[in-house]
């Protein structure tokens, strides 16, 4: 069974009220669901497994790594042998970012419990000190693990394209992204569930107006 990022009426009403550009992208793709991991530790895991691979990709891998190596918590995977772990299509350095982050669990250095517990910005300040774990990859986690509802995040660059296609932005400076950041508030969450959903093209004639270097070839 499938996890899905929970949201419905209200905060669909509230965006469309607060920003009628965005209303009118709400009300052409209807309700998209978002998949979750609802477990931090697992969505640790996932995380690490699916950085700088393609979404199919990391599906793939992480469905692989879910039947071989269940259940996904830190003194099981401690059992694992590394090369096992590179036989489902991860590498090295990603298997050694699992393992350190493993032992600190399973240590009791770190509470996944407690790091789940934490506000929004604490929380990325003190994932960002686990090996591996960027920004990005902690405002992700917020989102697809402890499932916090006003996400948006400056650092995704389908995040960034979705506002440009929909506000016809050829850049997005960080005052302007501040500006949407707060209209979305407190559901910026939802608002990144329907740009995502533009920036991936399912709108036909909806474009990216990003502004182009000299001799750069169109996106195919």
């Not at 789940?116 to 929380?123: G, I, K, N, V, Y």
């Not at 050829?170 to 302007?176: A, C």
């Amino acid at each position: 069974m499938t996890d899905y990022f929970p949201y419905g009426k209200k905060e669909i009403e509230y965006l469309k009220k607060k920003d009628k550009k965005l209303g009118a992208i709400i009300d052409i793709l209807g309700h998209p669901e978002r998949p979750v991991i609802p477990d931090l530790f697992a969505g640790i895991v996932n995380s690490i497994l699916s950085q700088q691979i393609s979404t199919k990709a990391a599906d793939t891998i992480w469905h692989r790594f879910k039947e071989a190596f269940s259940p996904v918590t830190p003194e099981h995977l401690l059992e694992i042998p590394d090369e096992a772990m590179q036989k489902c299509g991860s590498t090295f350095r990603k298997v050694t970012y699992i393992k350190n982050i493993s032992r600190l669990a399973a240590g009791g250095e770190i509470s996944i419990e407690q790091l789940s517990a934490l506000p929004d910005e604490e929380f990325c300040t003190e994932l960002t000190k686990l090996p591996g774990i960027g920004k990005w990859t902690a405002e992700m986690l917020l989102i697809h693990s402890l499932l916090r509802p006003n996400v948006l995040s400056y650092g995704d660059l389908a995040i960034l394209r979705g506002l440009r296609m929909v506000y016809r932005h050829r850049t997005i400076r960080k005052d302007q992204f501040e500006r949407y950041r707060k209209r979305y508030s407190p559901y910026g969450t939802v608002a990144s569930i329907y740009l995502w959903r533009v920036s991936a093209g399912v709108i036909p004639g909806l474009t990216d107006p990003a502004v182009r270097k000299k001799g750069t070839a169109k996106n195919r």
